[in-house]
């Protein structure tokens, strides 16, 4: 029999992400990282992309990091990473590295980071198959340089760059989707979490740092700066958008996939879409029309999972 | 002993890589560079090099690679040319602040458009204030000893900066010339293994390459810029070691009869070998014609060119780089800087010559020598002149 227990007590009680960093009140990113830190353990080395990670957890002389920590550009978490890895396994082998046990790499970037500058580095390292980690802390748009739009974010969302008016909905374009394609370098594993389920976090980002070769896990991080939220709602409107099927969770293990976290039945979408004024000004109809288009995908992940794929 | 023999260029320096025992490569082909990383690949396949070769998938990556490499204690090499310099530029410019010791080989190659593989120096001029120790080599030999160099510069504990060899493409890349190879053997202690002072260790924590304000942005910078100029005393100080173990003597700006010409032709790189050749013929006809060559362009040798030049009735500068819309090539603006406000400074004239592996020959150096004669007597002083320039 399978017995899972969870309890908040049994994740670790050291801190790797340390408290005082700069995020916003209400920030996804803390609350995730914080567990991150907790799966990935202190045999870590991070290498962050520029973002709201980087900028709220490093400026100089203060650090929030409890591990080895670099960052060098917006685009290279995954190329450095891959330094990394070979410096340190080469280093290993000629008996010239300081730790001798397994040292995890995490990559760490956000949906602009990994969907689009960062994308040609990421796919290179996925490719290339070095042992890392990879995490995308998505908060749906360039939130750190103002609330730009990125491919990562939804159809219908307001930015700043993506305003709505006369002629336009807002984002013209449906959410790139990142982990799908990551799953298709054929890389051993792949998963969505939220901070609304941290156990499931904990347990998928284990389960990446354990498998030899590149893992992705994409991070949904509701940023209530950017999506016009209340702060006490972060992992509420978080919990909701799995409810919805916004965002589903679900792993894929060696190309295998499994929804982790099935409602029953969905909750209409406009419950999740409703507290964000990022979508305030949509239309029945618009929501309608997105609806159909998250339950559609949603179908598609169910019938891959029945039929194994 | 060392070994004499007839070698490819980028096999010279790719042999010396090799000896240099570097623990990850990270490179992405390019032409003129290409040879140099094939060549290193057969090495590690073959197991003769114990190293992580990345075949990364862009030069921005392998520069990023790179810095994540040399952050964790790998010595670390790559090797890129033109626009390949270009696209990991962003990366180039925070590897010297950050100071890891990366050393990198330039096929010195032009820039695009026109889509050109032959050689100038527009791709390395366009990352001149990168922060990088940048030397120009002009022979194979030369190549294959400022790698050695290279590595024990940039790694020594008072300097930590990256730097660039810089060799001309196809010119030096492609052609096989004698070379005595040092042996790993012989290279004995010029070259300890790296011992990093700050490194990427989960048993000792640090937090590399944080956002900087601008309330320490600037001494930042500051101290970036004193170890710059502070390398040079290291920089001798390892030429001087390198010529007492193995014979062969650097300097940072090298002479050709210069002490009593009127005429000095200055120029960096593998042209330098033709425009000897022009002043052993010039001296022959009796023309006072000399020539500097100069070997480190980063940090500048100011002083060095201001007492070498200076005896000198006029000072010809061969660029093989423009400026558009600027005060001609690089190399002339660095040195009519470095006399501006020093009395008794020669006349100083720019010359454009070998762009995009345009052949520049003994006639040319000829040419240029006496041009300058000319334009000395003009009273206004000249813009630049381009050499060989099809009307």
Request: charge should be neutral.
């Amino acid at each position: 029999m399978d017995i899972n227990v969870y309890a908040a007590r049994m994740l670790p009680q050291a801190e790797y992400f340390a408290p005082g960093h700069r995020a916003c009140l209400g920030c996804g990113h803390g609350i995730s990282l914080r567990l991150i830190m907790k799966a990935m353990g202190p045999r870590t080395i991070v290498s962050n992309a520029t973002g709201c990670v980087e900028i709220t957890s490093s400026t100089y002389p203060q650090t929030s990091w409890r591990v080895p920590w670099i960052h060098v550009a917006f685009e290279t978490a995954a190329s450095v990473a891959s330094g990394i890895e070979a410096a340190i396994k080469a280093l290993q082998r000629k008996g010239r590295y300081p730790e001798k046990e397994r040292v995890t790499i995490l990559a760490v970037a956000g949906d602009g980071g990994t969907a689009d500058i960062g994308m040609q580095g990421l796919s290179g390292a996925l490719e290339r198959g070095h042992d890392f980690v990879y995490v995308c802390m998505d908060n749906e748009a360039y939130m750190n340089t103002g609330i730009q739009r990125s491919s990562s974010t939804p159809y219908g969302a307001w930015s700043t760059t993506s305003p709505f008016g006369a002629k336009s909905i807002g984002q013209k374009t449906w959410k790139k989707n990142m982990p799908a394609i990551c799953a298709a370098h054929g890389i051993p594993y792949v998963a969505t979490v939220t901070p609304a389920y941290p156990f499931d976090m904990v347990d998928k980002l284990r389960k990446a740092k354990e498998v030899e070769g590149p893992a992705y896990v994409h991070v949904f991080s509701p940023c209530p700066t950017g999506w016009r939220l209340d702060p006490s709602m972060t992992v509420q409107i978080a919990r909701l958008a799995v409810q919805t099927g916004a965002f589903p969770l679900y792993e894929i293990v060696d190309g295998k996939i499994r929804v982790t976290e099935k409602p029953k039945k969905l909750l209409p979408l406009i419950e999740y879409m409703r507290p964000q004024r990022r979508y305030a000004h949509l239309t029945e109809e618009d929501v309608k029309k997105i609806q159909k288009r998250v339950r559609s995908e949603y179908r598609k992940l169910l019938k891959r999972e029945k039929e194994g794929y | 002993m060392t070994r004499r023999v007839g070698m490819e260029v980028s096999f010279a320096l790719s042999e010396a890589v090799k000896n240099c025992n570097v623990d990850v490569i990270s490179a992405y082909p390019i032409t003129p560079q290409t040879h140099i990383v094939e060549e290193l690949s057969q090495m590690v396949a073959d197991g003769d090099l114990d190293a992580e070769f990345i075949m990364v998938e862009s030069e921005h990556s392998a520069m990023a690679a790179c810095c994540g490499a040399s952050a964790a204690g790998a010595r670390t090499f790559t090797s890129t040319a033109s626009q390949g310099l270009q696209l990991m530029s962003e990366i180039v410019f925070i590897a010297s602040n950050m100071r890891l010791p990366i050393v990198m080989a330039v096929a010195n190659r032009s820039l695009s458009a026109p889509l050109s593989i032959w050689g100038d120096h527009s791709d390395v001029m366009a990352n001149r204030d990168s922060g990088w120790i940048m030397f120009f080599v002009e022979s194979g030999q030369s190549v294959h000893d400022h790698v050695y160099i290279a590595y024990r510069v940039a790694e020594d504990s008072r300097v930590l900066l990256p730097t660039m060899v810089n060799l001309d493409g196809f010119q030096l890349t492609h052609v096989i010339e004698p070379v005595e190879l040092i042996e790993k053997a012989d290279l004995g202690d010029f070259l300890p293994p790296y011992d990093p002072q700050i490194q990427l260790n989960p048993l000792k924590p640090v937090t590399m390459g944080p956002a900087g304000t601008p309330a320490m942005f600037t001494e930042a910078k500051k101290a970036q810029e004193v170890v710059t100029w502070n390398s040079r005393a290291i920089i001798d100080e390892v030429w001087e070691d390198f010529g007492k173990r193995f014979g062969r003597h650097y300097k940072a700006v090298e002479t050709f009869h210069t002490d009593d010409a009127e005429t000095i032709i200055v120029s960096m790189g593998g042209l330098s070998g033709t425009a000897r050749a022009a002043v052993d013929k010039m001296r022959k006809e009796g023309k006072k014609v000399g020539l500097v060559r100069i070997r480190l362009f980063r940090p500048f040798p100011a002083e060095d060119l201001r007492r070498i030049l200076s005896p000198a009735k006029v000072i010809a500068v061969c660029d093989r780089a423009i400026s558009y819309g600027g005060p001609g090539g690089p190399l002339c603006s660095e040195i009519k800087s470095a006399f501006f406000g020093y009395s008794g400074a020669p006349y100083i004239a720019n010359f454009i010559i070998g762009l995009a592996g345009r052949n520049v020959w003994v006639t040319d150096f000829e040419h240029i020598a006496d041009r300058a004669q000319q334009l000395v007597l003009q009273e206004e002083p000249a813009p630049y002149e381009i050499i060989g320039l099809r009307e």
